[in-house]
């Protein structure tokens, strides 16, 4: 019987050793078992499609102001009057509407860090159209002139195209990342100058002859499918849903400069496939 005792006794010294050894944190002491963090795989080519709802504020202050100086270059009204620089059409315009399109990029991953390139593609309309008249006189020499003018200008863009670089931190299965990069966009624009120039001579002497006191000047451009280029920057986010498929949403601001400022900002969600 002394020996059973002292068999057990030695047993359970040696298990109570044992379990010493084992770190505080241990699953198997503590009674329950730990999840690890769970990996998501966001490295990868990836395809998808979405939709956006937003506005673009186009400035119209200097649309035909290069059209005014061709029309009146070298003229006496233009370097008296300075026609060209009056803000005939003036102030912004803004226009909501919404458009649809895809995506495509390629991801690289290190870590929880995630870099990658991007392309976004979005087809609506955003646009708008403003004219306006101004008219002026002022009397230099002994002559009076005047100049009344009248501009139109609409413009739309119908495709927008942004290359991004890509840049976020993955936390699980969510990713939020900023981006930025080139914009091209393809854009329908009208343009239009009516200049009606005069000069009455009011001095009490004979007056000099007129050369280009009493002149119309007309025209008008109109470009289809004018290819513009910009600049885009915005933030986003995408959660992993299931499978390969993962969600996404974003802002976007993208800006193209010319004749007519225009900055398109909007906010689209997505839905895409990571191969």
């Known amino acids: 019987m002394r020996r059973i005792v002292l068999a057990m006794m030695m047993v359970g010294a040696v298990q109570g050793a044992q379990a010493a050894d084992y770190p505080d944190d241990e699953p198997v002491l503590r009674g329950m078992l730990r ?104 009397t230099v020499d002994e002559v009076n002139y005047s100049a009344n003018v009248t501009s139109a200008a609409s413009i739309n863009f119908t495709d927008v195209l942004t290359l991004r670089g890509r840049a976020g931190y993955a936390i699980g299965s969510f990713l939020p990342y900023a981006f930025g990069g080139v914009a091209l966009g393809l854009a329908d624009s009208t343009r239009s100058s009516i200049i009606r120039s005069t000069g009455t001579y009011v001095g009490a002497t004979v007056p000099p002859p007129f050369v280009d006191y009493d002149v119309t000047y007309n025209k008008a451009e109109n470009k289809h499918g004018r290819l513009m280029v910009g600049y885009t920057f915005g933030v986003g986010a995408e959660a992993m849903l299931f499978g390969n498929f993962f969600a996404r949403g974003e802002w976007e601001y993208v800006r193209f400069t010319g004749p007519i400022d225009t900055n398109i900002n909007t906010v689209r969600g997505g839905l895409g496939y990571r191969f």
């Open 35 to 138: 999840e690890s963090p769970r990996y998501v795989r966001w490295q990868g080519f990836y395809v998808g499609g979405q939709a956006a709802y937003g506005s673009s504020d186009h400035n119209f202050s200097g649309a035909t102001r290069d059209i005014a100086a061709q029309q009146l270059a070298f003229t006496s009204v233009e370097q008296i009057m300075q026609v060209s620089t009056w803000p005939v059409i003036g102030g912004k315009i803004s226009h909501q509407n919404s458009a649809f399109g895809g995506f495509a990029g390629y991801n690289g991953q290190w870590g929880d860090a995630v870099l990658g390139v991007d392309a976004s593609y979005m087809r609506g309309n955003f646009g708008a159209k403003a004219s306006g008249t101004m008219a002026r006189q002022i």
